[in-house]
């Protein structure tokens, strides 16, 4: 199959479960409808059959009776008063001779007259009914008069679309012929108004069904869905009701415990990382204490410059291990009145930093996180161009944060790597401002808990920029 049918399925097709099987079962529904019609109309013309054959027989052989012990004045009366709609009958002097003869016919009703051998008998059944029908049936039906005796020349047609169950001509004694015809009875539509109605009905009823169901089962899922959400933001989260069918119970059951092991296995790594920040500053105080005792000279400097760098390293690791913040939740905030706010405090301290945003954007969040993101990417604009331009950017799918500087950029092969942890460009950082290489990172990991993306670029016009994506 190719992609322009398959695209054109996707855009059409519901992309709900609960759509989906509706669709599906109300589909089979029809299908089966329409098969069980056809199966049951089927069934019902044979049935139909061998009760007008039988009925028609019957009657024939009555008619046949009376007519050889009658005169021939009453003949035309007697058969006025044994036609029907679907028994034809007319004397004429010339038989409705068939194509083709059916023996068992023929037999069946010279036993039940007890006919004389010399009597012709001469029947034909189950005619086609897409075949023409023979010029001297269609004769005997268009000149036949009613029950009242009228023409039937001002009158409809016959249906010759209808089913010939039997025809022929059996041989009277007198030497005239009794040509006859049997025809199906005539079938209602098959979809008449009340079988689309009752349709419609169980349609309705089985949907109904289908769609408590369905809902039952998809809403502990849909709570899933916005509880994993939630999860992969760094939201605490309770746990989930294991309600539903055993399968979407256990895909609850199996999320709760994914959960307590991920927040075990964090809770466990923090307190090791604090064990080890504790045996550590240990060492550090007592070495520094040791150097505090030298002498005064270059070497003391440099020892005590590398000690404070160890403990610098060591705080910023645990920073990055633990956020300071992961206790936040995340509640509704401006957007707009948070960027502001965070521009007009660096304009206050007369630092060139600009912001493009207007209205009003709430959004669900961690404002101090993401003060605390746009804080290390404005320090960082301001520190290596010595200006920044924040600005705020909504799409179909994302809202977009800005922060740009008018600086040298960086290369475009060391753009992926800023983000690894205790990584530093050479050229433009040094170990004397006290950085270590941690701030990108643990920015990066701050807005992947949002479930979004940080990502820098080198601008046109010059400059670096670095865009924070937000899901909406």
């Keep these: 199959m190719t992609a322009e049918p398959l695209s054109f399925w996707r855009r059409w097709l519901p992309q709900s479960i609960t759509a989906q099987i509706l669709l599906l079962a109300l589909a089979g529904l029809i299908l089966a409808q329409v098969l069980g019609l056809q199966i049951y109309r089927h069934e019902r013309d044979e049935a139909l059959g061998l009760v007008n054959s039988r009925n028609a027989m019957i009657r024939l052989s009555s008619v046949v009776r009376l007519l050889s012990s009658s005169p021939v004045q009453l003949h035309e009366e007697i058969l006025r008063a044994s036609r029907s709609e679907t028994l034809m009958m007319r004397i004429q002097d010339v038989p409705l001779s068939p194509s083709e003869h059916n023996a068992q016919y023929e037999t069946i009703f010279r036993h039940l007259l007890d006919y004389p051998n010399n009597l012709s008998i001469q029947i034909s059944a189950e005619r086609v009914s897409n075949l023409p029908p023979p010029t001297m049936f269609q004769q005997m039906h268009q000149q036949s008069p009613d029950k009242q005796g009228r023409s039937r020349n001002n009158m409809p047609p016959p249906l010759w679309q209808r089913d010939v169950r039997m025809y022929g001509a059996i041989e009277l004694v007198d030497g005239r012929w009794l040509n006859f015809s049997s025809l199906a009875d005539r079938e209602p539509p098959t979809w008449s108004p009340s079988s689309l109605l009752s349709l419609l009905l169980v349609a309705l009823l089985i949907g109904a069904v289908l769609f408590v169901l369905l809902r039952r089962t998809t809403r502990p899922l849909k709570l899933l869905a916005r509880q994993a959400e939630q999860f992969g933001r760094g939201d605490a989260i309770p746990p989930l009701n294991e309600t539903g069918p055993l399968e979407v119970a256990e895909t609850l059951a199996a999320f709760n415990r994914m959960q307590l092991r991920l927040n075990r296995f964090v809770q466990d790594r923090t307190q090791m990382l604090a064990a080890i920040s504790h045996d550590l500053r240990t060492p550090l105080t007592s070495l520094r204490l040791r150097c505090e005792f030298l002498p005064e000279g270059d070497d003391r400097d ?10 610098g390293m060591l705080h910023a690791t645990l920073s990055f291990a633990r956020d300071d913040h992961q206790g936040e939740t995340s509640r509704p905030v401006d957007l707009v009145s948070l960027l502001h706010s965070l521009c007009d405090d660096y304009e206050d301290n007369g630092q060139p ?51 740009r500087d008018h600086g040298a950029g960086i290369p475009e092969e060391q753009l992926d790597n800023v983000f690894k942890p205790f990584y530093r460009l050479d050229s433009a950082r040094n170990t004397e401002d006290g950085s270590v290489g941690l701030g990108l990172a643990i920015a990066r990991t701050l807005i992947h808990q949002h479930g979004g993306e940080l990502r820098l670029s080198n601008a046109p016009d010059g400059g670096l920029l670095a865009e924070i994506q937000l899901p909406v």
């Excluded at 440099?302 to 403990?311: A, G, P, V």
């Excluded at 960082?380 to 809202?399: I, M």
């Design 302 to 311: 440099r020892m005590l410059q590398t000690l404070s760098q160890m403990e």
């Design 353 to 403: 930093v600009l912001c493009h945003a207007e209205g009003k954007r709430v959004y669900q969040c961690r404002p101090d996180v993401l003060r605390r993101v746009l804080q290390n990417l404005i320090n960082n604009a301001l520190k290596y161009a010595g200006d920044a331009e924040v600005s705020l950017e909504e799409t179909a799918e994302s809202l977009l944060i800005r922060v």
